[in-house]
Every structure is written in C-alpha cells, then in structure tokens.
C-alpha cells in the first residue's frame, strides 16, 4: 500500500471519528429534557459532595467529570467502582449524591455501589445508553446517552460513548457553574497554579506594600527623594501628605529639572500631579495593558486615594501574568 493511500485512510477514519461524535452530541443536546435539569437542581440541593464512579473507560471519563465540577465550584471526586466494594463505600454520607457512569448500565462492579445508595437513601444519577437497565431502573434521575454506534469499526472500543459522557458532565459542570454564579475570583482560588491560575492574579496578589514603598513628604528634600528612589529600586516616589497620593517623582521628572537647581527643590516642587494608578481588585493583566497604554513602568495602587501599594511591569511580567 503506497503512502498516499495509507495517508487517505487515516484522514478517512479520523473523519468518521469526528463525525460519528458530533452526530452523538447533536442527538444528546436535542434529547435534553426534564432528567438533566431536575439533576442540576438535585447537585445544587445536597449538603455534600457528588461522589462519580465508574468502571473501565466510565471510570476515566469519571475522574475528568469529578475534577471539573471539582474545579467549577461542585465538590466532588471519584470513587473507584472496585474499591468501593472493598471499603471505599465508607466515603460516602448521606449528604451526598453518586453519579455513577456505564454505557450498558449492567457493570457488575457499581452493584454494590448501587445497593449502598438505596440501603441508606442517598441520591443516585446514572449516565447510562440503557434507561431499562440495572442501573437506570434503580437510579433516581437518568441521564439517558443516544443510542450512537461506537467509531471503532468492530464497534465494540468505547468511543463515542465516552465523548458523550464526557460532554454531559461538561455540560453538567457549566449549567451548575452558571446557577452558583462561579466568578473568575472563585475560579482563581481553586487555579492557584499553572497557566489559568497566572491569567488570573490580581494586583493585589503582586503588588509591594508596606515599607518597601518608596513615599516621602511633599516638603522633602531633593536628595532625601534620590535617596528613598535608589533605595526602594523603583525608580519612582510616591508623594503623600495626610496618607493621600499627590503626585510621583520619576527618573523623567528628574531629567526635566535637572538644569534648574534640582537639589534645591522638594520632591513637591519637581512631582508630577494627578499621576495614573490602579485598583488592587483589577486583573495583573489589566494592569500591563494600562502601563502600555499609558509608557510606565509602574503604577502606585491606591484605595480611596491613599496608597496601599506599588506595582511593577516586571512584577507581572515574572509572574507570567500576561
């Protein structure tokens, strides 16, 4: 078989992949009904957690499910269906609800499982293609897949089934995102690492405060403001009287006196008034495009116009914030 046949094929097959799934999801979203949204009111209502479990593929379909509601503000995690049987039941309270995932719905291994949530009345939801089976019939709400032929061409691979899963506990994860009201702070706080996590920091999160802000009086001298400049290695000062920020002095604002008897001035004398700042609640993100924006290095962060702390491009830059 020459290569450009063999090349032919594979796109061929990763193109019935393809289209296999995205007939799936168009029959799952049209089959939405009553079932999914009566198992977002249930997730919203319990005192615990969602416990997920499943078996084989379902379980590690599971796990991706159980980190994204986790991760989404829906706290959850996965139970091994096998391990449940041997001890694991014990994670789970009455405060709970079990979303237990299997496409033929007879997995032998989530019987017990099943037993466990109907001895002691916990809530069980069951994504399953089979409503009659095993597990939907004991299930309180079914999350019933379409009956979609698997891509593998012995149909046997779990494929698409596990696409549609992983779709509906998406599709889950955001509907229960949406009705929390889950903001990109809360998002942020279980993100702390990574990429998301950097996207995220505020300038609060990077900004430097106390005594490692360069500030001096209006009245202080020329020198003593070179001074607390060179000192604080910013490169700027903050010029307050009464806790309010009046002005900056910067490198520029030294070069622009420098002919007229600079060290003879106060840093009042020579600042720049009215000078651009930030809010400490604004993205780090938002904060380097204003220092764009406006051909500055740094920004004094300031709260009812008294500074709370000072922020570098670099800071952000080092973080990995943009």
């Given at each position: 078989?020459?290569?450009?046949?063999?090349?032919?094929?594979?796109?061929?097959?990763?193109?019935?992949?393809?289209?296999?799934?995205?007939?799936?999801?168009?029959?799952?979203?049209?089959?939405?009904?009553?079932?999914?949204?009566?198992?977002?009111?249930?997730?919203?209502?319990?005192?615990?957690?969602?416990?997920?479990?499943?078996?084989?593929?379902?379980?590690?379909?599971?796990?991706?499910?159980?980190?994204?509601?986790?991760?989404?503000?829906?706290?959850?995690?996965?139970?091994?269906?096998?391990?449940?049987?041997?001890?694991?039941?014990?994670?789970?309270?009455?405060?709970?609800?079990?979303?237990?995932?299997?496409?033929?719905?007879?997995?032998?291994?989530?019987?017990?499982?099943?037993?466990?949530?109907?001895?002691?009345?916990?809530?069980?939801?069951?994504?399953?293609?089979?409503?009659?089976?095993?597990?939907?019939?004991?299930?309180?709400?079914?999350?019933?897949?379409?009956?979609?032929?698997?891509?593998?061409?012995?149909?046997?691979?779990?494929?698409?089934?596990?696409?549609?899963?992983?779709?509906?506990?998406?599709?889950?994860?955001?509907?229960?995102?949406?009705?929390?009201?889950?903001?990109?702070?809360?998002?942020?706080?279980?993100?702390?690492?990574?990429?998301?996590?950097?996207?995220?920091?505020?300038v609060s999160d990077l900004m430097h405060t106390g005594d490692e802000m360069p500030l001096v009086a209006p009245t202080a001298s020329m020198p003593e403001t070179i001074l607390v400049m060179t000192k604080k290695t910013f490169g700027i000062a903050g010029v307050i009287d009464g806790g309010k920020l009046l002005g900056v002095v910067t490198d520029g604002d030294l070069r622009r006196h420098m002919q007229s008897n600079l060290l003879a001035k106060t840093a009042g004398d020579i600042m720049t008034k009215s000078?651009?700042?930030?809010?400490?609640?604004?993205?780090?993100?938002?904060?380097?495009?204003?220092?764009?924006?406006?051909?500055?290095?740094?920004?004094?962060?300031?709260?009812?116009?008294?500074?709370?702390?000072?922020?570098?491009?670099?800071?952000?830059?080092?973080?990995?914030?943009?």
């Amino acid at each position: 078989m020459n290569a450009s046949l063999e090349h032919t094929k594979s796109i061929a097959a990763a193109r019935r992949v393809f289209g296999l799934a995205a007939d799936g999801i168009a029959a799952l979203s049209s089959s939405l009904g009553t079932d999914f949204s009566a198992c977002v009111e249930l997730l919203l209502s319990i005192k615990g957690r969602v416990i997920v479990s499943g078996m084989g593929k379902s379980g590690h379909v599971g796990h991706k499910i159980a980190a994204t509601l986790a991760s989404t503000g829906t706290p959850a995690f996965f139970v091994h269906a096998a391990e449940a049987s041997h001890g694991d039941l014990g994670m789970i309270t009455n405060d709970d609800a079990v979303l237990a995932l299997s496409n033929s719905g007879e997995t032998t291994e989530l019987s017990d499982l099943i037993a466990y949530t109907r001895r002691f009345g916990i809530k069980l939801v069951a994504i399953t293609s089979k409503r009659a089976s095993s597990l939907g019939s004991a299930a309180d709400i079914v999350l019933e897949l379409p009956n979609a032929p698997e891509a593998c061409p012995l149909g046997l691979a779990p494929t698409t089934s596990t696409t549609l899963m992983i779709s509906l506990g998406d599709a889950l994860a955001v509907a229960l995102l949406e009705r929390r009201g889950f903001t990109s702070e809360d998002f942020n706080v279980f993100h702390p690492g990574g990429k998301l996590g950097r996207k995220l920091l505020k300038v609060s999160d990077l900004m430097h405060t106390g005594d490692e802000m360069p500030l001096v009086a209006p009245t202080a001298s020329m020198p003593e403001t070179i001074l607390v400049m060179t000192k604080k290695t910013f490169g700027i000062a903050g010029v307050i009287d009464g806790g309010k920020l009046l002005g900056v002095v910067t490198d520029g604002d030294l070069r622009r006196h420098m002919q007229s008897n600079l060290l003879a001035k106060t840093a009042g004398d020579i600042m720049t008034k009215s000078p651009r700042t930030a809010q400490a609640n604004i993205l780090a993100a938002e904060a380097l495009r204003l220092m764009n924006e406006w051909k500055v290095a740094c920004l004094f962060v300031v709260e009812d116009g008294k500074p709370v702390g000072i922020v570098r491009l670099h800071d952000i830059l080092r973080a990995g914030a943009a």
